[in-house]
């Protein structure tokens, strides 16, 4: 067995030469052998992040009745077997109670509940299933030398000690200590947030509490080599590498209720404590009237049952379900069902900026060359664009002097190339995206870049780095040696004694610097990122080219480029603005660009919307932050860790969070954030494992689609919720008024699950599908911490509960009286059949006038829902059947009634309709606000 690797000194390679790192590992140059890569991946496990533990199909399928209602239903299914085991012996017959009835209440129960269970779970495995089908197209191949032969195999399976060979374009596999290199640079924005390549170094560092940041002889996991080659060890795998310890503490962050969880679990609450309450009070109520207690008993179960919504719990999950389905057409991927309906919670999104709010294509707008500004036409990378002078074309600029320096600058000085995209029908860029946008610049100059590459071959290069804030390169040039700059335009600017102007070169003044600063300033406030470039001529080779180098240069010019933002998303957020949803930009720009850009998409409309830069953050106390956090719409210069704290104070203000992201960084944040949304096409896996939405193209008006889709689904769920809250109220004051008035029952039980299943769920469920109402990303979100239902919604639920009953009852005595009174077993079954018929019809009528509590219907359109129009078409023909049919009057013991009494119930029932269009007209034109 292998010496047990010292996974805790791993943690202090950076600050060990390359000899004592392989010493340290066990390993040598030749990297280790395929026996002993067996036995330390028998130690440490294969190279791959652990997800939580996952749940057995079983226990994922019992978490589907994890839900008040869902217990409450088990409970009435399991009290309704009871009594018909216990009571079918010794009361055959109890007043039109019979034990199948209630056997008939329990498998009804039951079906209807596992069915809801089985849709939820099989929702479930979807989405895991898709998850997995994502990380299979990522599964990564690393090179590896073992035994001095190198090899291609899964990254999985790389161990401790094994030593790796990357070079441009390679994604790390897992972190390690570089050995040897040449050129080498990462991309580590993913881990440290720094936007910037970082350039590499294989000695030992002296400071061994180096950050991670710091570490410039270490390679981590998901991160990317952008230039350059080396060999590395492998000395962290997996959970033990420095993105694993990200992974492992999301993990342990708690799993939130979405705020319609948490209202619905309130309302179960509710329901549940209220159907006790009639339970009790009705068998109570009964055994003072002195009825038989095992009547009154069943009787009041009954009716506690039809205070259940049995159908809510299928309904919300379905509606969340198609909810998803076209939340996908719209390019926003649900990880986990409930998120649905949070985004249309949302009251603060806070979007990272480049490649969501813009599109990730740097662009040359504007270059200053010979005192004059000039304009850049074409669009991103690719190369159709001109120069213009004012409203003119510069003609063959190649043959400026001035653009010609800019060009070659452009080409040589970079690091960059320009590539088919995946779909091979346009370009994109490997590397550096400024440097892309500049091969562009180029190319529109007049320049091949193929061309010019070939012929001035790169002979040396000061490599740009934070500090120096600038790139120099060395060539060969016909006359001698030519060294070429770009960078930060002050920094260019005081490395230059001369000045290019009209094909000459002269001495620099300080109006000359003036005019420079101006025009960068200019282009700055424009939301353009510049870079100044300049030059130096050299008889000869230097004996050590360095930044000692860049001096006496000549001043070329400025370039100034933008990623521009999508054409949708100013759009996008003037939507959000009108729906009361703050949208917060977070970049890693200066605060002056960020500032531009912010004003032409209108995010920063008024003095007292702030711009916050990522030291003003650390500078603040949490209290502080508190404080502000409603003013500050902008934040500039920060880094993925200030994004914990910025979800953090706005949760404290109260509001429900939507935040993006996508590296492995931002991934506490996502989890953190009521709804965390990763990109899709940059993010990192564990920056979409910790979300609960993917952006499949990355795009800011998408979330906002996905805000309109969670809003629409909202309201979809709450229409069902009035509904089955209403027919539901009426059932049951129906019930307790004619015990009261000490009369036969109206209902029977069976007759009571019936509506509740079918009649009530069929049309529930179609409301589901309703069309979005008119204005509904023109209101305020509904507060996180507001009740389900206003007060003025309970009134009205109740008032149609009562309405429903007095129609139902009145009709139940008028046909008591016609056909003989309460002693008539014949007149108390056809009463019962025409209320239950009155009663059943008053719901459906309440079904198609329930598509808006605010709008009539004939404004936004009868015949729009065309799923609902068939779900009460078809409940009606079930019902008539379960009247007129012989095999369905034995079950339900309906008898069949004359025709004008089931005329008589429709017309009664129908009166629900035109009450309530009554009530919406006269409340729109008083404008009566809820």
């Given at each position: 067995?292998?010496?047990k690797?010292?996974k805790t000194a791993?943690?202090k390679y950076?600050s060990l030469?390359?000899?004592?790192?392989l010493k340290?590992?066990e390993s040598?140059?030749?990297?280790?052998?395929?026996k002993?890569?067996?036995k330390?991946?028998?130690?440490t496990?294969?190279?791959?992040?652990?997800?939580?533990?996952?749940k057995s199909?079983l226990?994922r399928f019992?978490?589907?009745?994890?839900?008040?209602?869902?217990?409450?239903l088990?409970?009435?299914?399991l009290?309704?077997?009871a009594?018909?085991?216990?009571?079918?012996?010794s009361f055959p017959?109890?007043?039109?109670?019979?034990?199948?009835e209630?056997?008939?209440?329990?498998?009804?129960?039951m079906?209807i509940v596992?069915?809801?269970?089985a849709?939820?779970?099989?929702?479930?495995?979807?989405?895991?299933?898709a998850?997995e089908?994502?990380k299979k197209?990522?599964?990564?191949?690393?090179?590896v030398?073992r035994?001095?032969?190198?090899?291609?195999?899964?990254a999985?399976?790389?161990?401790?000690g094994d030593v790796?060979?990357?070079?441009a374009?390679?994604?790390?596999?897992?972190?390690?200590?570089i050995?040897?290199?040449?050129d080498?640079?990462t991309?580590?924005?993913?881990?440290?947030?720094?936007s910037l390549p970082v350039k590499?170094q294989?000695?030992?560092?002296k400071d061994?509490?180096?950050v991670?940041?710091e570490?410039k002889n270490?390679?981590?996991?998901s991160t990317v080599?952008?230039?350059?080659?080396?060999?590395a060890?492998v000395?962290?795998?997996?959970?033990?590498t420095e993105i694993?310890k990200i992974s492992e503490m999301?993990?342990?962050?708690p799993?939130?209720?979405?705020?319609?969880?948490?209202r619905?679990?309130?309302?179960?609450?509710?329901?549940?404590?209220?159907?006790?309450?009639?339970?009790l009070f009705i068998?109570g109520?009964?055994?003072f009237?002195?009825?038989e207690?095992v009547?009154?008993?069943l009787?009041?179960?009954?009716?506690a049952v039809?205070?259940?919504?049995?159908?809510l719990?299928a309904?919300?999950?379905i509606t969340?379900?198609f909810?998803v389905?076209r939340m996908?057409?719209?390019?926003a991927i649900?990880?986990r069902l409930?998120a649905v309906e949070?985004l249309g919670s949302?009251t603060?999104?806070?979007s990272?900026?480049?490649?969501?709010?813009?599109?990730?294509?740097m662009?040359?707008?504007?270059?200053?060359v010979?005192?004059k500004?000039?304009?850049v036409?074409?669009?991103?990378?690719?190369k159709?664009?001109?120069?213009?002078?004012?409203?003119?074309?510069?003609?063959?600029?190649?043959k400026?002097?001035?653009f010609s320096?800019?060009?070659?600058s452009s080409?040589l000085?970079?690091?960059?190339?320009l590539?088919k995209?995946v779909?091979g029908?346009?370009?994109?860029?490997a590397?550096?995206?400024?440097e892309?946008?500049?091969?562009?610049l180029a190319?529109?100059?007049?320049?091949d870049?193929?061309d010019?590459?070939?012929e001035?071959?790169r002979?040396?290069e000061?490599?740009?780095?934070s500090e120096?804030?600038?790139?120099?390169t060395?060539?060969?040039?016909?006359?001698?040696?030519?060294l070429?700059?770009?960078?930060?335009p002050?920094?260019?600017l005081?490395k230059?004694s001369?000045?290019?102007?009209?094909g000459?070169?002269?001495?620099?003044?300080e109006?000359?610097?003036?005019?420079i600063l101006?025009?960068n300033?200019?282009?700055a406030?424009?939301?353009?990122?510049?870079?100044?470039?300049?030059?130096?001529?050299?008889?000869?080779?230097?004996?050590?080219?360095?930044?000692?180098s860049?001096?006496g240069?000549v001043?070329v010019?400025l370039?100034?480029?933008?990623?521009?933002?999508r054409?949708?998303?100013r759009?996008?957020i003037?939507?959000c603005?009108?729906?009361?949803?703050?949208?917060?930009?977070?970049?890693?720009d200066?605060?002056v660009t960020?500032a531009?850009?912010?004003?032409e998409?209108?995010?920063v409309?008024s003095?007292?919307?702030?711009v916050?830069?990522?030291?003003?953050?650390?500078s603040m106390?949490?209290?502080?932050?508190?404080a502000?956090?409603e003013?500050?719409?902008?934040?500039a210069r920060?880094n993925?860790e200030?994004?914990?704290?910025?979800?953090n104070?706005?949760k404290?203000?109260g509001?429900?969070v939507a935040?993006?992201?996508?590296?492995?960084?931002?991934?506490?944040?996502?989890?953190?954030?009521?709804?965390g949304?990763?990109m899709g096409?940059?993010?990192t896996?564990v920056a979409?494992?910790?979300?609960?939405m993917?952006?499949a193209?990355?795009?800011?008006?998408s979330?906002?689609?996905?805000?309109?889709?969670g809003?629409?689904?909202f309201d979809n769920?709450?229409?069902s919720?009035?509904?089955?809250l209403?027919?539901?109220i009426?059932?049951?004051v129906?019930i307790f008024?004619a015990?009261?008035a000490?009369l036969?029952?109206?209902?029977?039980p069976?007759?009571?699950?019936?509506?509740n299943l079918?009649?009530?769920?069929?049309?529930?469920?179609?409301?589901g599908?309703d069309?979005?109402?008119?204005?509904?990303?023109?209101?305020r979100p509904k507060?996180?911490?507001?009740?389900?239902?206003?007060?003025g919604?309970?009134a009205r639920l109740t008032?149609?509960?009562?309405?429903?009953?007095?129609?139902?009852?009145?009709?139940?005595?008028?046909?008591?009286?016609?056909?003989?009174?309460?002693g008539?077993?014949?007149?108390?079954?056809?009463?019962?059949t025409?209320?239950?018929?009155?009663i059943v019809?008053f719901?459906?009528?309440?079904a198609?006038?329930?598509?808006?509590?605010?709008?009539?219907l004939?404004?936004?359109?009868?015949?729009k829902?065309?799923?609902?129009?068939a779900a009460?078409?078809l409940?009606a023909?079930?019902q008539?059947?379960?009247?007129?049919w012989?095999?369905a009057?034995a079950?339900?013991?309906t008898?069949?009634?004359?025709?004008w009494?089931?005329?008589a119930?429709?017309?009664i029932?129908?009166?629900?309709l035109w009450?309530?269009?009554?009530?919406k007209t006269?409340?729109?034109?008083l404008?009566?606000?809820?």
């Amino acid at each position: 067995m292998a010496k047990k690797i010292d996974k805790t000194a791993g943690e202090k390679y950076y600050s060990l030469s390359a000899e004592e790192s392989l010493k340290r590992a066990e390993s040598t140059e030749q990297g280790i052998s395929e026996k002993e890569a067996e036995k330390r991946q028998a130690e440490t496990g294969f190279n791959e992040l652990r997800e939580k533990p996952r749940k057995s199909n079983l226990q994922r399928f019992l978490d589907q009745f994890d839900d008040i209602l869902i217990k409450i239903l088990i409970a009435a299914a399991l009290v309704s077997a009871a009594l018909a085991f216990e009571y079918s012996a010794s009361f055959p017959f109890v007043k039109g109670l019979h034990s199948i009835e209630e056997i008939y209440d329990a498998v009804a129960i039951m079906i209807i509940v596992l069915l809801n269970a089985a849709f939820g779970y099989w929702q479930e495995n979807k989405a895991e299933k898709a998850i997995e089908a994502l990380k299979k197209m990522l599964a990564p191949m690393a090179r590896v030398v073992r035994g001095g032969e190198e090899k291609k195999i899964p990254a999985r399976q790389l161990v401790p000690g094994d030593v790796v060979v990357l070079e441009a374009g390679d994604k790390v596999p897992a972190d390690c200590r570089i050995l040897v290199l040449k050129d080498l640079e990462t991309q580590e924005a993913a881990l440290t947030g720094e936007s910037l390549p970082v350039k590499k170094q294989a000695e030992a560092l002296k400071d061994e509490k180096a950050v991670l940041a710091e570490q410039k002889n270490m390679l981590f996991m998901s991160t990317v080599i952008t230039r350059g080659h080396c060999r590395a060890l492998v000395v962290a795998t997996g959970m033990d590498t420095e993105i694993g310890k990200i992974s492992e503490m999301v993990q342990s962050q708690p799993e939130e209720e979405t705020p319609l969880q948490q209202r619905l679990e309130q309302l179960g609450k509710a329901l549940g404590f209220g159907a006790l309450a009639i339970t009790l009070f009705i068998f109570g109520f009964g055994l003072f009237q002195g009825r038989e207690a095992v009547e009154m008993f069943l009787v009041s179960v009954s009716l506690a049952v039809a205070a259940i919504p049995e159908g809510l719990p299928a309904v919300v999950t379905i509606t969340m379900a198609f909810g998803v389905q076209r939340m996908a057409k719209r390019n926003a991927i649900i990880r986990r069902l409930p998120a649905v309906e949070t985004l249309g919670s949302a009251t603060v999104i806070c979007s990272d900026k480049t490649g969501t709010l813009t599109k990730n294509e740097m662009t040359v707008r504007k270059i200053f060359v010979d005192e004059k500004l000039f304009e850049v036409t074409g669009k991103g990378y690719e190369k159709e664009g001109v120069l213009k002078d004012g409203s003119k074309e510069v003609a063959t600029p190649v043959k400026n002097s001035s653009f010609s320096f800019m060009g070659l600058s452009s080409v040589l000085c970079n690091n960059a190339k320009l590539v088919k995209d995946v779909s091979g029908d346009s370009r994109d860029v490997a590397g550096d995206p400024t440097e892309g946008a500049l091969l562009v610049l180029a190319e529109k100059i007049g320049f091949d870049l193929d061309d010019v590459r070939e012929e001035r071959e790169r002979l040396d290069e000061v490599p740009f780095d934070s500090e120096r804030k600038m790139m120099s390169t060395l060539h060969k040039d016909r006359k001698g040696f030519v060294l070429l700059s770009k960078g930060a335009p002050e920094i260019v600017l005081k490395k230059c004694s001369k000045i290019l102007i009209g094909g000459k070169e002269r001495n620099i003044t300080e109006e000359d610097r003036k005019k420079i600063l101006d025009a960068n300033r200019e282009m700055a406030n424009d939301a353009l990122r510049v870079l100044g470039f300049a030059y130096g001529k050299m008889d000869s080779k230097p004996a050590k080219f360095d930044e000692k180098s860049e001096k006496g240069l000549v001043f070329v010019g400025l370039a100034g480029m933008n990623d521009p933002p999508r054409s949708e998303v100013r759009e996008a957020i003037k939507v959000c603005k009108k729906a009361g949803i703050k949208v917060v930009m977070i970049t890693g720009d200066n605060e002056v660009t960020a500032a531009a850009i912010g004003r032409e998409l209108e995010l920063v409309v008024s003095r007292e919307e702030r711009v916050v830069t990522g030291a003003e953050l650390d500078s603040m106390t949490d209290e502080e932050l508190d404080a502000m956090v409603e003013k500050i719409a902008i934040y500039a210069r920060v880094n993925p860790e200030h994004k914990m704290r910025i979800v953090n104070a706005l949760k404290k203000q109260g509001h429900v969070v939507a935040m993006t992201g996508d590296g492995v960084n931002d991934a506490p944040a996502l989890k953190r954030a009521d709804i965390g949304i990763a990109m899709g096409i940059a993010g990192t896996d564990v920056a979409k494992e910790a979300s609960a939405m993917v952006l499949a193209d990355d795009n800011f008006a998408s979330i906002v689609a996905a805000v309109e889709e969670g809003r629409i689904i909202f309201d979809n769920i709450m229409k069902s919720v009035r509904y089955l809250l209403s027919c539901n109220i009426g059932e049951v004051v129906t019930i307790f008024t004619a015990m009261v008035a000490n009369l036969p029952l109206p209902l029977l039980p069976l007759q009571i699950l019936w509506m509740n299943l079918a009649t009530d769920g069929l049309p529930a469920l179609a409301l589901g599908t309703d069309p979005a109402d008119e204005g509904i990303m023109e209101r305020r979100p509904k507060p996180k911490d507001s009740p389900i239902f206003s007060k003025g919604q309970v009134a009205r639920l109740t008032a149609v509960g009562i309405l429903v009953a007095a129609g139902t009852l009145g009709m139940f005595y008028w046909v008591l009286m016609v056909e003989g009174g309460a002693g008539s077993e014949f007149a108390v079954g056809r009463a019962q059949t025409i209320a239950f018929s009155t009663i059943v019809f008053f719901q459906l009528f309440h079904a198609v006038n329930n598509r808006s509590d605010k709008h009539s219907l004939f404004k936004i359109g009868f015949f729009k829902n065309r799923f609902l129009i068939a779900a009460v078409g078809l409940a009606a023909v079930l019902q008539l059947i379960v009247v007129y049919w012989p095999p369905a009057q034995a079950v339900f013991q309906t008898v069949t009634p004359e025709w004008w009494e089931m005329a008589a119930a429709i017309v009664i029932s129908s009166s629900i309709l035109w009450i309530t269009e009554w009530r919406k007209t006269v409340w729109n034109w008083l404008r009566v606000v809820d």
